[in-house]
């Protein structure tokens, strides 16, 4: 295993634990727009290393090893990491768009980051089938749509909103290293754009 994503996952996992086992650890460091407003700004950065539960941060991280290889073998582990960081912090910003007047507004969870990397992947390997069975690009879609219901739901803690700013940032970062793939993969790319545009027009309709 590559040694940045090692150093990654074990990042959640370890400091997604000791939230777990530590309430006040995890509310100083999570997403939370009231804090954040008031000048904490380092939660844009640590909330994306806590978890709801163990199940949430074993989703997370499992996709997260299944799809991050994908983007290792094409752009390199310091791009992946760009990558990686980029998106979370593009989720946190979004999430921050959505809801900067709610100010009890909380969320935590890699999803962002993850999210980017889940775009990156697809764009760069159109053909990858999640879990050997499910094309990567309706896996894309299909897990953008769920965030929209999440948002609609808000009955967790989990940062849907995030999901869409980690797609946005994983799409435009990967796109800026490979131009190439607007012309040579111009169906993957629409298909990936689709639930993005879908986002802002339930946002602009005031439906979410």
């Not at 607007?182 to 339930?202: C, H, K, N, Q, Y």
């Amino acid at each position: 295993m590559n040694i940045v994503l090692l150093v990654i996952l074990a990042a959640n996992v370890l400091i997604s634990y000791k939230a777990f086992n530590d309430t006040h650890f995890f509310r100083k460091y999570e997403f939370h727009i009231g804090s954040i407003r008031s000048g904490e700004q380092y939660r844009m950065f640590s909330s994306g290393f806590l978890h709801v539960d163990f199940a949430h941060l074993f989703f997370n991280m499992f996709t997260l090893y299944m799809f991050a290889p994908f983007v290792i073998a094409n752009v390199g582990a310091l791009y992946f990491a760009y990558l990686y960081f980029g998106s979370l912090i593009a989720g946190n910003l979004l999430t921050l768009y959505f809801h900067k007047e709610d100010y009890y507004y909380r969320a935590v969870g890699a999803s962002g980051a993850v999210t980017g990397i889940i775009y990156s992947a697809i764009l760069l390997e159109p053909n990858l089938y999640m879990y050997g069975i499910i094309p990567g690009y309706v896996f894309g879609f299909a897990y953008l749509l769920f965030s929209i219901y999440g948002m609609k739901a808000k009955n967790d803690n989990i940062g849907h909103v995030a999901h869409f700013g980690g797609a946005i940032g994983g799409f435009g970062i990967t796109l800026a290293k490979h131009p190439f793939l607007i012309s040579e993969e111009p169906i993957t790319v629409i298909a990936l754009l689709i639930p993005i545009i879908i986002l802002f027009i339930l946002a602009k309709m005031r439906k979410i």
